[in-house]
């Protein structure tokens, strides 16, 4: 397989939760038939990872232990493996990551940027394997009241440069890192603007970029129906469609979504008119 984070093209990333209580699709993939047929119909629409996560990090949300979350994603990606879908696992703990990576994940993405277990840093190294360091401030029950900010953009730079520091410092490579800004963690609606209208400034810490805007409550209010009611979840996927298309063209190295087909065909117009060319998963294998 391609080594992605080097990848010259749009990385697609595609959504598999695994958990009763995700945003958007709690509940719908908890059968192991129902979540592997899934992951392989997200990965022959065209994405190039299939992200497993085993617990929530919606705002709120309870968390769970290692064991029931690995309980969770294991069979999945075991599954998966076997037909051949590569995978990144979404977790903030190390014993998690450790036990995905064994059973076929190529890629840890992680949350929390490493603050949410000391040990991932060690996990990661070891394993040689891409990390996705996303940035944070605290676990889902305290995210609203953390989205407290002197100037988003530049305090969000500043502490992705502390988490890719400490990664580096703790002997993982830099040229396994990716950066994600965090939409949605610790953010309300303006934060996530100003973020994806001033991308480029986050790009300058010289790192690939994971956008990950997909079904997130502050696209369902920019389209809120006259009364004010958010649009529900399911039918956010033109715009992140839209949001995730802007992120590439301003430099994004991928993007998450829920929506694989939507996305990758917005992607093809645009490589159409000029854009980079979306690779499909034969020619990255």
């Given at each position: 397989?391609?080594?992605?984070?080097?990848a010259?093209?749009?990385?697609?990333m595609?959504v598999?939760?695994v958990?009763?209580?995700?945003?958007?699709?709690?509940g719908?993939?908890?059968?192991?038939?129902?979540?592997?047929?899934?992951?392989?119909?997200?990965?022959?629409?065209?994405?190039?990872l299939?992200?497993?996560?085993?617990?929530?990090?919606r705002?709120?949300?309870?968390?769970?232990?290692?064991?029931t979350?690995?309980?969770?994603?294991?069979?999945?990606?075991?599954?998966l493996?076997?037909?051949?879908?590569?995978?990144?696992i979404?977790?903030?703990r190390?014993?998690?990551?450790?036990?995905?990576?064994?059973?076929?994940?190529?890629?840890?993405?992680?949350?929390?940027?490493?603050?949410?277990?000391?040990?991932?840093?060690?996990v990661v190294?070891?394993?040689g394997?891409?990390?996705?360091?996303?940035?944070?401030?605290?676990?889902?029950?305290?995210?609203?009241?953390?989205?407290?900010?002197?100037?988003?953009?530049?305090?969000?730079r500043?502490?992705?440069?502390?988490?890719?520091?400490?990664?580096?410092?703790?002997?993982?490579?830099?040229?396994?890192?990716?950066?994600?800004?965090?939409?949605?963690f610790?953010k309300?609606?303006?934060?996530?603007?100003?973020?994806?209208?001033?991308?480029?400034?986050?790009?300058?810490?010289?790192?690939?970029?994971?956008?990950?805007?997909?079904?997130?409550?502050?696209?369902?209010?920019?389209?809120?129906?006259?009364?004010?009611?958010?649009?529900?979840?399911?039918e956010?996927?033109v715009?992140?469609?839209a949001?995730?298309?802007?992120?590439?063209?301003?430099?994004?190295?991928?993007?998450?979504?829920?929506?694989?087909?939507?996305?990758?065909?917005?992607?093809?117009?645009?490589?159409?008119?000029?854009?980079?060319r979306?690779?499909?998963?034969?020619?990255?294998a």
């Amino acid at each position: 397989m391609t080594d992605l984070v080097r990848a010259d093209f749009p990385v697609v990333m595609g959504v598999l939760n695994v958990t009763p209580d995700s945003f958007s699709d709690g509940g719908r993939y908890t059968d192991l038939d129902q979540a592997v047929a899934h992951g392989i119909r997200l990965h022959t629409d065209g994405a190039h990872l299939i992200d497993v996560g085993g617990e929530s990090t919606r705002p709120g949300a309870e968390r769970v232990d290692a064991a029931t979350e690995i309980a969770r994603v294991l069979p999945v990606i075991r599954a998966l493996a076997a037909a051949g879908v590569p995978m990144s696992i979404d977790t903030t703990r190390a014993a998690v990551a450790e036990t995905a990576l064994a059973a076929g994940a190529t890629i840890v993405n992680d949350v929390s940027g490493g603050l949410a277990d000391p040990d991932m840093s060690r996990v990661v190294r070891d394993a040689g394997c891409p990390w996705v360091l996303m940035h944070w401030r605290g676990h889902s029950r305290r995210m609203t009241e953390l989205a407290v900010y002197d100037d988003v953009v530049a305090d969000v730079r500043a502490e992705l440069r502390q988490r890719v520091d400490a990664a580096l410092a703790a002997g993982v490579a830099a040229d396994r890192l990716i950066i994600d800004p965090g939409l949605g963690f610790a953010k309300n609606a303006d934060h996530n603007w100003q973020l994806s209208t001033r991308l480029p400034e986050l790009l300058d810490l010289g790192l690939p970029l994971l956008f990950a805007a997909s079904r997130k409550n502050y696209l369902g209010r920019l389209l809120a129906a006259g009364d004010g009611t958010p649009r529900p979840p399911a039918e956010r996927d033109v715009a992140t469609a839209a949001t995730s298309l802007l992120a590439v063209a301003a430099g994004a190295w991928g993007v998450r979504v829920h929506d694989v087909r939507g996305t990758v065909d917005a992607l093809a117009v645009w490589a159409a008119t000029g854009g980079p060319r979306l690779r499909s998963r034969e020619e990255s294998a």
